[in-house]
């Protein structure tokens, strides 16, 4: 027989209704939607402006649910990883190596990172919609390692791009590990 004090019944009761109010905010949450979603998603990142004005970019991010949100991140870092190879292969394509050298050389190495990291960022979806978001995160890394190291080169027909994939990537790497949709 369990013996209760007089404070003990109540004490449970309050118990169950904390965690009864705990549970209906975390089910609010997770079907929250629309900007606030996106803003509540992005305050947790490094980057919130970037964060926030890519999502916004896709009409879709108003509509998600937090999962959905960051299978978008994830098709978006792989857009904007696309994009910054294409411009890259644009430019060095029409780079002489006889003009200059060291020039093309660091444009070479970008466009070897990035077309790289276009290889592996294309396999996140896949291992995200697996559940697999540790490893979609380290898939995503590779871009923002290539625009990292390519910012280190210091091209500066690519620096504007670089900021933006390497702190996007970054945040995307964020919210998909350690911080997986619940």
Same mark, same amino acid.
């Given at each position: ?45 490094? +980057? ?17 649910? +937090? ?65 697999? +978001? ?42 998909? +590990? ?5």
């Amino acid at each position: 027989m369990v013996t209760q004090g007089p404070i003990s019944l109540p004490l449970i009761v309050l118990s169950i209704l904390i965690l009864f109010l705990l549970m209906n905010s975390c089910v609010a949450t997770s079907e929250e939607k629309g900007a606030a979603l996106i803003r509540k998603t992005c305050n947790h990142t490094m +980057y919130e402006k970037i964060c926030i004005s890519m999502f916004e970019s896709d009409p879709r991010s108003f509509k998600a649910n +937090y999962t959905g949100l960051l299978r978008i991140g994830i098709e978006l870092s792989v857009s904007l990883t696309n994009d910054t190879l294409s411009y890259i292969s644009k430019v060095f394509d029409n780079t002489s190596e006889a003009s200059n050298h060291t020039l093309w050389l660091k444009m070479k190495d970008c466009h070897d990172n990035y077309d790289f990291a276009v290889f592996e960022i294309s396999q996140a979806l896949d291992l995200f919609d697996k559940g697999f +978001y540790g490893d979609a995160s380290r898939k995503v890394s590779y871009a923002s390692d290539a625009a990292f190291l390519c910012r280190t080169n210091g091209v500066p027909q690519f620096t504007e791009r670089n900021k933006k994939v390497d702190k996007f990537t970054s945040d995307i790497m964020l919210l998909l +590990y350690p911080n997986p949709p619940k």
